[in-house]
């Protein structure tokens, strides 16, 4: 048993991956130890397959360096985890090839939703409705620039430098082991925007995130109480990713005021098409490291068009 975990992770480790690939694999894996799921149990066929692929490549190396330190019970452990995933995916691919759908299969679900429906002046009304609470100057920063939660709380700078604000964010969102996310960001935005009034120059935090959250949650179901979707803390990212989107940015700039460290994940925040009149002027931003532009990844499965039939 142990040679067979043995040959089939020198093979495995035989077959060199890029830098960017490597990076994605290590973030990968930190999300599913993470998150406490098995890999390959996302809805999402996309993140099934980079989870699978990224946990055999880990096992892999993992099982060359168990068996070398001699322990092979730890090294047959991984094995075992691995020949499962496999079957798993087996009879996924099988249900797939049948035609089977899975009961149990749910649409991507994103809190980008929660901006649908909500009038172009929304978050000015959240803003206000805020205005008597303890955390109404950190409602509007939250408002103003998309920042995390996690990153009110370790506190937001802001000064004014003519007739713009300069943000700084310390990111919340940083992994010196993958290389994730960004250790600090500065944006600069149009002074002159609603959302900026009345913010004065020095720091502006909360004493943890679910403060904030639920001052923003409440907030939003006092004036919007009969919304399927929520309104929350996030809402309020992805409508400054849609305005951040929506200025004469590129993709880079976008990514770092977003504080990600890859333009990969700019999919998954606000939308390029639904930026209009009254939204954030992002000017420019500076970040902590350059920006990586990977290439998009291929498609877990390829789209499939259907013939069309020839006329008698």
């Excluded at 993140?47 to 096992?59: D, K, P």
């Excluded at 809402?235 to 770092?256: G, M, P, S, W, Y």
Aim: proline share 3%; with cysteine.
């Amino acid at each position: 048993m142990i040679e067979d975990a043995k040959k089939w992770a020198e093979d495995r480790v035989a077959k060199k991956v890029g830098q960017s690939t490597r990076q994605e694999y290590l973030r990968v894996i930190e999300r599913i130890k993470e998150s406490g799921k098995k890999p390959g149990e996302r809805e999402n066929g996309r993140t099934r397959a980079v989870e699978r692929a990224a946990y055999r490549w880990y096992a892999a190396h993992r099982i060359m360096q168990l068996i070398e330190a001699g322990n092979d019970a730890k090294a047959l452990r991984f094995w075992d985890s691995v020949q499962r995933m496999n079957r798993a995916a087996e009879r996924a691919k099988k249900s797939y090839d049948a035609g089977e759908v899975q009961q149990n299969a749910q649409k991507r679900h994103t809190k980008r939703r929660s901006l649908r429906g909500l009038p172009p002046d929304w978050r000015e009304q959240l803003v206000a409705a805020a205005a008597s609470s303890k955390y109404a100057d950190q409602v509007r920063v939250m408002a103003l620039c998309g920042c995390r939660p996690a990153e009110l709380e370790k506190g937001i700078l802001i000064r004014r430098d003519g007739d713009e604000l300069v943000i700084g964010i310390e990111g919340a969102k940083v992994s010196t082991r993958t290389g994730g996310g960004q250790s600090w960001r500065e944006l600069r935005i149009a002074a002159d925007h609603p959302l900026a009034a009345g913010l004065q120059d020095g720091q502006y935090r909360v004493p943890n995130a679910k403060a904030i959250e639920n001052a923003i949650d409440h907030y939003g179901k006092k004036l919007w109480p009969n919304r399927a979707e929520l309104i929350s803390a996030y809402t309020l990212r992805h409508a400054a990713a849609t305005d951040f989107k929506a200025a004469d940015l590129n993709q880079v700039e976008i990514a770092a005021a977003l504080g990600h460290a890859s333009t990969a994940t700019m999919d998954r925040y606000g939308s390029a098409n639904k930026g209009g009149k009254g939204g954030l002027k992002l000017t420019s931003t500076e970040a902590a490291r350059t920006v990586r532009e990977p290439k998009k990844a291929a498609r877990s499965r390829p789209r499939t068009t259907r013939k069309k039939k020839s006329k008698p």
